[in-house]
Protein backbone atom coordinates (compact mmCIF):
# COMPACT_ATOMS: atom_id res chain seq x y z
CA UNK A 1 0.00 0.00 0.00
CA UNK A 2 1.30 3.07 -1.12
CA UNK A 3 1.28 6.20 1.75
CA UNK A 4 2.15 9.91 1.57
CA UNK A 5 2.26 12.45 4.55
CA UNK A 6 2.36 15.55 3.94
CA UNK A 7 4.11 18.02 6.50
CA UNK A 8 5.08 21.52 6.78
CA UNK A 9 4.25 24.75 8.65
CA UNK A 10 0.96 25.47 8.83
CA UNK A 11 1.95 29.76 9.07
CA UNK A 12 4.11 31.47 6.94
CA UNK A 13 4.23 35.15 6.64
CA UNK A 14 3.47 37.20 3.20
CA UNK A 15 6.80 37.42 0.50
CA UNK A 16 8.03 34.22 2.22
CA UNK A 17 8.86 30.80 0.82
CA UNK A 18 6.18 28.19 1.66
CA UNK A 19 8.05 24.42 2.15
CA UNK A 20 6.63 21.15 2.11
CA UNK A 21 7.43 18.05 2.07
CA UNK A 22 5.97 14.42 1.38
CA UNK A 23 7.37 11.50 2.68
CA UNK A 24 5.79 8.43 0.00
CA UNK A 25 6.23 4.85 2.06
CA UNK A 26 5.31 1.62 0.14
CA UNK A 27 6.79 2.43 -2.94
CA UNK A 28 10.52 3.86 -4.07
CA UNK A 29 9.94 7.44 -5.36
CA UNK A 30 11.67 6.69 -8.50
CA UNK A 31 9.92 3.46 -9.52
CA UNK A 32 8.57 3.35 -13.57
CA UNK A 33 6.45 5.15 -14.11
CA UNK A 34 5.10 7.39 -11.27
CA UNK A 35 3.96 11.06 -10.64
CA UNK A 36 4.66 12.68 -7.35
CA UNK A 37 2.13 15.62 -7.44
CA UNK A 38 1.29 18.54 -5.66
CA UNK A 39 -2.36 20.10 -5.45
CA UNK A 40 -3.95 22.32 -3.20
CA UNK A 41 -7.53 23.31 -2.35
CA UNK A 42 -8.09 27.53 -1.86
CA UNK A 43 -10.88 28.53 0.20
CA UNK A 44 -14.08 28.36 -1.32
CA UNK A 45 -12.55 27.20 -4.65
CA UNK A 46 -12.26 23.91 -6.12
CA UNK A 47 -8.52 22.09 -6.48
CA UNK A 48 -5.61 23.23 -8.33
CA UNK A 49 -2.94 21.43 -9.60
CA UNK A 50 0.52 23.27 -8.71
CA UNK A 51 2.88 20.62 -10.58
CA UNK A 52 5.14 17.19 -9.98
CA UNK A 53 8.21 15.06 -10.68
CA UNK A 54 7.97 12.10 -12.28
CA UNK A 55 9.95 8.69 -12.14
CA UNK A 56 12.78 10.49 -14.11
CA UNK A 57 13.36 13.52 -12.54
CA UNK A 58 11.37 15.13 -15.26
CA UNK A 59 9.69 18.10 -13.32
CA UNK A 60 6.42 19.76 -14.76
CA UNK A 61 4.40 22.97 -13.36
CA UNK A 62 1.41 24.58 -13.78
CA UNK A 63 1.81 27.67 -16.06
CA UNK A 64 0.77 30.50 -13.77
CA UNK A 65 3.12 28.71 -11.16
CA UNK A 66 6.09 28.72 -13.50
CA UNK A 67 8.85 30.59 -11.79
CA UNK A 68 7.56 30.36 -8.07
CA UNK A 69 6.91 27.09 -7.89
CA UNK A 70 9.79 24.35 -7.09
CA UNK A 71 9.35 20.67 -6.75
CA UNK A 72 12.42 18.46 -6.08
CA UNK A 73 13.06 15.33 -4.56
CA UNK A 74 15.60 13.24 -2.30
CA UNK A 75 15.40 9.57 -3.15
CA UNK A 76 17.40 8.40 -0.03
CA UNK A 77 14.84 9.73 1.85
CA UNK A 78 11.83 8.52 -0.55
CA UNK A 79 10.27 11.79 -0.36
CA UNK A 80 9.46 15.01 -2.39
CA UNK A 81 9.56 18.69 -1.68
CA UNK A 82 7.66 22.06 -2.61
CA UNK A 83 8.90 25.94 -2.65
CA UNK A 84 6.45 27.75 -3.04
CA UNK A 85 8.26 31.66 -3.52
CA UNK A 86 6.61 34.70 -2.62
CA UNK A 87 3.68 33.88 -0.74
CA UNK A 88 0.60 36.22 -0.54
CA UNK A 89 -2.54 35.69 1.77
CA UNK A 90 -3.79 34.01 -2.11
CA UNK A 91 -1.67 30.94 -1.89
CA UNK A 92 -3.78 30.41 1.36
CA UNK A 93 -4.87 26.64 0.86
CA UNK A 94 -4.89 22.87 2.23
CA UNK A 95 -1.95 21.15 0.30
CA UNK A 96 -2.04 17.72 -0.62
CA UNK A 97 0.66 15.36 -2.28
CA UNK A 98 -0.61 12.70 -4.81
CA UNK A 99 0.91 10.08 -6.78
CA UNK A 100 -0.20 7.46 -9.71
CA UNK A 101 0.60 6.66 -13.25
CA UNK A 102 -0.13 10.08 -14.83
CA UNK A 103 -0.24 14.15 -13.40
CA UNK A 104 -2.39 17.46 -14.29
CA UNK A 105 -5.52 16.02 -12.83
CA UNK A 106 -7.52 16.73 -9.86
CA UNK A 107 -10.01 14.48 -9.13
CA UNK A 108 -9.69 12.42 -6.39
CA UNK A 109 -9.80 8.70 -8.25
CA UNK A 110 -7.14 10.75 -10.47
CA UNK A 111 -4.48 9.49 -8.20
CA UNK A 112 -4.01 6.10 -7.03
CA UNK A 113 -2.53 7.65 -3.56
CA UNK A 114 -3.47 10.72 -1.35
CA UNK A 115 -2.33 12.44 1.90
CA UNK A 116 -4.01 13.55 4.35
CA UNK A 117 -3.63 17.56 3.16
CA UNK A 118 -1.82 20.20 5.08
CA UNK A 119 -3.52 23.60 6.14
CA UNK A 120 -1.45 26.04 5.17
CA UNK A 121 -1.78 30.17 6.27
CA UNK A 122 -0.25 33.29 4.59
CA UNK A 123 -1.01 36.12 7.41
CA UNK A 124 1.46 37.97 9.06
Known amino acids: QVLLHESGPGLVKPSQTLSLTCRVT??????????WSWIRRLPGKGLEWIGC???????YYDPPLVGRASISWDTSENQFTLQLRSVTPEDTAVYYC????????????????WGQGTQVTVSS
Open 98 to 113: AGGDRFGGVDRDYYDS
Open 26 to 35: GVFIATNYYY
Open 53 to 59: IGYDGNI
